[in-house]
């Protein structure tokens, strides 16, 4: 992965190994959500996210967001 810096590196959520897509979305909307992020950011936070399979789910996380 890239060393580049999060759209909001505020916004820090922690993942583990034991949750699933929706968890990790929802984890990381929220996280959105506490630091700012617009309706139109969550809703293209989204679109990425769902927009193929769990490793560019992931890598859309780290795009997004401090993973810790």
């Given at each position: 992965?890239?060393?580049?810096?999060?759209?909001?590196?505020q916004?820090?959520?922690h993942?583990?190994?034991?949750?699933?897509?929706?968890?990790?979305?929802?984890?990381?909307q929220?996280?959105?959500?506490?630091?700012?992020?617009?309706?139109?950011?969550?809703?293209?936070?989204?679109m990425?996210?769902?927009?193929?399979?769990y490793d560019?789910l992931?890598?859309?996380?780290?795009?997004w967001?401090?993973?810790?």
């Open positions: 992965m890239p060393n580049t810096q999060p759209k909001y590196p916004a820090e959520v993942l583990t190994l034991t949750e699933n897509a929706f968890e990790i979305m929802g984890t990381v929220k996280a959105l959500r506490r630091a700012g992020a617009t309706k139109e950011e969550l809703s293209q936070y989204s990425d996210s769902m927009s193929s399979d560019n992931i890598r859309q996380v780290h795009q967001v401090t993973v810790l």
